[in-house]
C-alpha cells in the first residue's frame, strides 16, 4: 500500500514543492498545481465531452432499435454494434477514459497532504526522523487521540510544532516548518485539521460545504444542459440521483481528509466547472 502511495504521490508533491518554492503560499501552489494538471487533461477532457455529445445524438436511434427488435435480443445487440461501429463510440469515448486518469491524480494529492515535510518542504530524511521521534514522545493529552499515528506523523508535527522537542534539528528546518505553519491556513481555518462531525459543526465545516456547492453546481448544469439537448435522459431518475450522489460523495471524503484536501476539491471542481461551460460554448 505503501508503495502505491508512493507512485501517486511523489509527481504531484514534487510539483507542488516546486511550486511552493517560488510562493511561499500552500494555496497558491496547490492552485498552480491544479491548473497543470487541468491543462494537461484539457485534450482528454474535450474528447470525453465530445463523447457525451455523441452518445446524446445516439439516443433516438437506439431507442428505435429497441422498439424495432423488441423481443428478439440477438438481432437488437447485433443492431445496436452496427450503430456503435459506424458512429465510431465506446464505453471508453463515452467518459470512463477520463475517470480512470483522474483516480490517481485524487490519490496523489490526498497522500500528499499527508507527507507535506517530505515532498513539499523537502526535510532531509535524518532531520525528518528526528521531528516524528520529537512526535511520537508527545502524550496523548496533547494530540488527542489518534487512529494512525504514523500516517498522520506530519500533519501533527505541523500542528503541534511549538510543542516538539527539537534538540539537533537545524534551525533553519524549524523556521521554514514554523514559516509553512503560518501560512498553512485559509481565512483562519488550520488547513492540516481533518473536519469532525463527533465535534460538532465549527469553522472547518465550511471546506465540506463548499465542497459540496462546487460538485452540485457542475451536477445542476450538467442536468441543465441535459434537459435542453436530451430531454428524455434528463427526466431520467438516474441523472437527478448522480447529480446529488457526487456533491454527497465530496462531502463525505472532506470529513476523511485534512482540511488542505478539501480546499484541493473546491479548486478542481471549480475549474472544472469553468472547463465545462467554456468547451460546451
Known amino acids: 500500500?505503501?508503495?502505491?502511495?508512493?507512485?501517486?504521490?511523489?509527481?504531484?508533491?514534487?510539483?507542488?514543492?516546486?511550486?511552493?518554492?517560488?510562493?511561499?503560499?500552500?494555496?497558491?501552489?496547490?492552485?498552480?498545481?491544479?491548473?497543470?494538471?487541468?491543462?494537461?487533461?484539457?485534450?482528454?477532457?474535450?474528447?470525453?465531452?465530445?463523447?457525451?455529445?455523441?452518445?446524446?445524438?445516439?439516443?433516438?436511434?437506439?431507442?428505435?432499435?429497441?422498439?424495432?427488435?423488441?423481443?428478439?435480443q440477438q438481432k437488437m445487440n447485433e443492431a445496436m454494434n452496427e450503430l456503435y461501429a459506424k458512429e465510431g463510440y465506446s464505453s471508453m469515448t463515452g467518459g470512463c477514459s477520463g475517470m480512470?486518469?483522474?483516480?490517481?491524480?485524487?490519490?496523489?494529492?490526498?497522500?500528499?497532504?499527508?507527507?507535506?515535510?517530505?515532498?513539499?518542504?523537502?526535510?532531509?530524511?535524518?532531520?525528518?526522523?528526528?521531528?516524528?521521534?520529537?512526535?511520537r514522545a508527545l502524550p496523548e493529552d496533547v494530540i488527542?487521540?489518534?487512529?494512525?499515528?504514523?500516517?498522520?506523523?506530519?500533519?501533527?508535527?505541523?500542528?503541534?510544532?511549538?510543542?516538539?522537542?527539537?534538540?539537533?534539528?537545524?534551525?533553519?528546518?524549524i523556521e521554514k516548518i514554523q514559516l509553512f505553519k503560518d501560512n498553512f491556513t485559509l481565512f483562519g481555518i488550520d488547513l492540516s485539521r481533518t473536519p469532525d462531525t463527533k465535534m460538532g459543526m465549527?469553522?472547518?465545516?465550511?471546506?465540506?460545504?463548499?465542497?459540496?456547492?462546487?460538485?452540485?453546481?457542475?451536477?445542476?448544469?450538467?442536468?441543465?444542459r441535459q434537459k435542453k439537448t436530451n430531454p428524455e435522459m434528463a427526466n431520467n431518475p438516474s441523472m437527478g440521483c448522480m447529480s446529488l450522489m457526487t456533491p454527497a460523495m465530496s462531502i463525505y471524503f472532506s470529513f476523511l481528509f485534512p482540511a488542505s484536501v478539501g480546499v484541493y476539491i473546491i479548486m478542481s471542481s471549480a475549474l472544472s466547472f469553468v472547463q465545462m461551460v467554456i468547451t460546451n460554448k
Open 100 to 135: 480512470l486518469i483522474q483516480f490517481p491524480i485524487m490519490m496523489g494529492v490526498y497522500f500528499v497532504n499527508y507527507k507535506i515535510l517530505d515532498y513539499v518542504l523537502r526535510v532531509p530524511e535524518d532531520v525528518l526522523n528526528v521531528i516524528k521521534d520529537a512526535v
Open 144 to 173: 488527542g487521540k489518534v487512529s494512525n499515528l504514523e500516517y498522520q506523523i506530519e500533519l501533527l508535527a505541523i500542528q503541534h510544532l511549538d510543542k516538539l522537542d527539537l534538540t539537533g534539528v537545524p534551525v533553519e528546518f
Open 1 to 72: 500500500m505503501d508503495f502505491i502511495r508512493e507512485i501517486f504521490s511523489i509527481p504531484f508533491g514534487y510539483l507542488i514543492g516546486f511550486f511552493y518554492e517560488i510562493s511561499d503560499n500552500y494555496i497558491l501552489s496547490l492552485l498552480l498545481m491544479t491548473i497543470c494538471v487541468k491543462l494537461i487533461l484539457l485534450p482528454s477532457s474535450i474528447k470525453q465531452q465530445k463523447g457525451m455529445v455523441k452518445t446524446q445524438r445516439m439516443q433516438p436511434k437506439i431507442r428505435r432499435i429497441r422498439e424495432k427488435y423488441a423481443g428478439n
Open 202 to 224: 465549527d469553522l472547518l465545516w465550511i471546506i465540506p460545504i463548499l465542497t459540496g456547492v462546487t460538485s452540485l453546481m457542475m451536477g445542476v448544469y450538467t442536468w441543465l
